[in-house]
């Protein structure tokens, strides 16, 4: 079985890159198509085509592939040539997207593996080119809210959507979304995201001399994370007298809604903003923070989490998205509705309130569900079993 993924940049993100891995180790062989970004070490059984980013490079990357094709599939050729050229206004953008679909259509393969939704829209041209079955990954933000601010997004979701041949849905949230842009039911398969086993080794490194007690949040500034509601919570916090410290690690500038809210709220001393860290690094603040704490409006499951959960540090979430297929209330962490500081903060007292052996409880019903239902091995079993059910119909 030859298996092409795309996801865009090589390499890419985490946890693509860990199902690349996982794949590979089951003996699927691995056709890696996207833009260079940087060096990559795989093993024997995966194939890296990428595409180069500098313009001479991608120039003559196109001129070579483009011969390549003309002489295997000369209307194949042609049809990506005009599909393409009417597409993208601008040189530049042709250029690009030329060099990008090129070396997918020269190399065999039995499944292409999109990783991003939004390539149904960018890139149409590969359901009528590909001979190979299609199968397209639904993840957070590309299902849950960009179709719903971007007409042409979610016209393209529901053109396409049903000519796809299967799916994978990180959650049954994302699944039920998916369904409403036209999506057949029966070929979405949810296969929950996986966590490094590593974390599970790990455990709360915090120094018991400090009294404080550490809340952190993770992620880049979006109003979809909600960080105006987990300050809300932390004004709340600072009223009942609580002795605490709220640390937001997040890429990107930070919104003057927050600055605002900071001052507003008399937090300076409380409220620490850290720009994004490499994950090493953002692991080991992790480890020495007392709780975590996700105040998004919406997700998909998010992966910071299930790392929470893994490296014994507990968690208090919104219910949004699929958080409550991984959290359970008051079991492996605490889980609240969405919009409401109240509530959040009721949860973090709860937890400050709890003796050590009842908040190690949840720490290690935490640990448990990571380990039976987020693992590196179920995951990749089910991608082939995905994958073999595919070629099979």
């Known amino acids: 079985m030859k298996v092409a993924v795309y996801s865009g940049n090589i390499p890419s993100t985490t946890f693509i890159e860990n199902l690349i891995k996982g794949l590979e180790n089951n003996g699927i062989d691995i056709l890696l198509f996207g833009k260079s970004k940087g060096n990559v070490n795989y093993g024997k059984n995966v194939k890296v085509y990428a595409t180069p980013v500098s313009q001479l490079p991608l120039v003559l990357f196109i001129i070579r592939n483009s011969l390549i094709l003309l002489m295997k599939d000369a209307g194949k050729f042609f049809k990506a040539y005009m599909s393409v050229r009417k597409k993208n206004k601008s040189t530049g953008a042709f250029v690009k997207n030329l060099g990008m679909i090129l070396p997918i259509l020269i190399h065999k393969h039995d499944i292409f593996h999109i990783q991003w939704a939004k ?5 149409p041209e590969l359901f009528e080119l590909l001979d190979s079955k299609i199968i397209l990954s639904l993840r957070g933000a590309h299902i849950n809210y960009s179709p719903l601010t971007d007409k042409k997004l979610s016209d393209a979701y529901r053109k396409y959507f049903p000519e796809i041949d299967g799916y994978h849905a990180v959650s049954e949230a994302i699944k039920k979304e998916t369904v409403k842009y036209g999506a057949s039911e029966d070929k979405i398969k949810v296969i929950y995201s996986s966590v490094n086993k590593d974390l599970l080794k790990l455990n709360s490194e915090k120094d018991p001399r400090v009294k404080t007690f550490e809340i952190i949040s993770i992620g880049r500034f979006h109003w979809k994370k909600g960080y105006h509601y987990a300050l809300d919570t932390m004004k709340i916090l600072k009223d009942k007298k609580v002795d605490f410290r709220y640390t937001i690690i997040a890429q990107g500038k930070v919104p ?19 720009p994004g860290m490499k994950f090493d690094d953002l692991i080991k603040r ?4 007392d709780m975590l704490i996700l105040p998004s409006v919406e997700e998909g499951i998010a992966n910071v989490v299930l790392e929470s959960m893994a490296a014994g540090v507990p968690v208090v979430t919104t219910d949004c998205g699929g958080m409550n297929e991984a959290v359970e209330d008051k079991v492996n962490g605490y889980i609240v509705r969405i919009r409401e500081p109240e509530l959040m903060a009721d949860k973090i007292l709860d937890y400050i309130s ?20 987020f693992s590196p091995e179920r995951q990749i079993k089910e991608f082939a079993d995905l994958y073999n059910t595919i070629l099979s119909k």
Do not use: C, M, P, W
């Open 354 to 373: 709890r003796d050590d052996e009842s908040g190690y409880k949840i720490v290690k019903n935490a640990k448990a569900t990571i380990e039976n239902k």
């Open 286 to 289: 992790l480890i020495r923070s």
């Open 256 to 274: 003057e809604e927050i600055l605002f809210l900071i001052n507003e709220y008399d937090l300076h001393d409380e409220v620490n903003i850290i």
């Open 119 to 123: 390539t149904v829209s960018q890139n």
